[in-house]
């Protein structure tokens, strides 16, 4: 049995592994954090704990006081330039978010074909992998909520958009709610356009359905890429064991 946690800006997000199947996963804000110490005392201990944490010292102090008992078989997560058969061609491999190399690593268990790796959450992250298991760069935008909440936040006259997709919105609620979308399919587009024929988009986060339904180019939506990441680790090992590192 295996537990992995992807502690993202927003939520907590887990997921229990064994005999080949996730038997159940949950999300949770932060501040309910403490609902965790409910697996403890529940589950027998798992071979390991994988966490893949980009909210900060204080999140990952929390999940860890509330996984107590489990903290011998507790391991968090550090981008590297190297794992699970993937090959980091960040500058700085140590810099790039531990959420990105874990869904990139989670998108090469899956599939061996080129991938734009697509995490649609606060923001959305398009990460271009080659056939060869390298991560040759990727883009980071804001997600759709946070453009969404800007206009309004940002500018005198416009709503909190709460319109409908559409390819000639004639409302400003629909103009808004279809330029982010517009948006977002734009840059995953030119990516999967950027890598070649024969690429594939997998997509994972909370928007991933509403940007999903939208695009173009063959793609295929997965549950949770950091999951599925953290997965591939534990099975083979990551290169580091230390804390994760913010998206960027």
């Known amino acids: ?13 887990w997921g229990l ?34 966490l893949a944490n980009v909210a900060g010292e204080d999140a990952g102090k929390a999940i860890r006081q509330a996984l107590a008992p489990w903290l011998t078989v507790f391991q968090e997560i ?17 810099r790039l978010g531990v959420d990105r190399w874990c869904a990139l690593i989670g998108a090469r268990a899956m599939t061996g074909t080129p991938s734009i ?19 040759l760069g990727g883009l980071i935008l804001p ?27 004639r409302c400003t609620d629909d103009a808004i709610i279809s330029g982010c979308i517009e948006a977002q399919i734009g840059a995953i587009e030119r990516a999967c356009v950027r890598l070649g024929s024969g ?6 986060g909370g928007a991933a359905g509403a940007i999903g339904e939208h695009l173009t180019v063959p793609h295929r939506q997965v549950s949770n890429l950091v999951l599925e990441g953290l997965l591939r680790l534990a099975v083979v090992g ?9 998206s960027g």
């Open 1 to 13: 049995m295996i537990l992995c946690i992807d502690s993202g800006n927003s939520r907590i997000k």
């Open 17 to 50: 592994h064994a005999d080949g199947a996730w038997r159940e996963n949950g999300a949770i804000n932060h501040v309910d954090v403490a609902q965790l110490a409910a697996l403890p005392q529940r589950l027998p201990m798992p071979a390991c704990v994988m």
């Open 78 to 94: 550090e981008s590297a330039a190297n794992a699970g058969g993937v090959t980091n061609l960040y500058e700085n491999p140590a």
């Open 117 to 135: 790796v697509v995490m649609a959450g606060t923001a959305t992250t398009v990460d271009t992998l080659d056939g060869d298991g390298r991560f």
């Open 143 to 169: 997600g759709l909520d946070l453009m969404r909440r800007s206009l309004a936040r940002d500018t005198a006259a416009l709503p909190l958009a709460a319109g409908q997709y559409s390819p000639h919105p």
């Open 199 to 204: 690429a594939l988009c997998l997509l994972s």
């Open 238 to 246: 990551p290169a580091v064991h230390a804390a994760g590192k913010n």
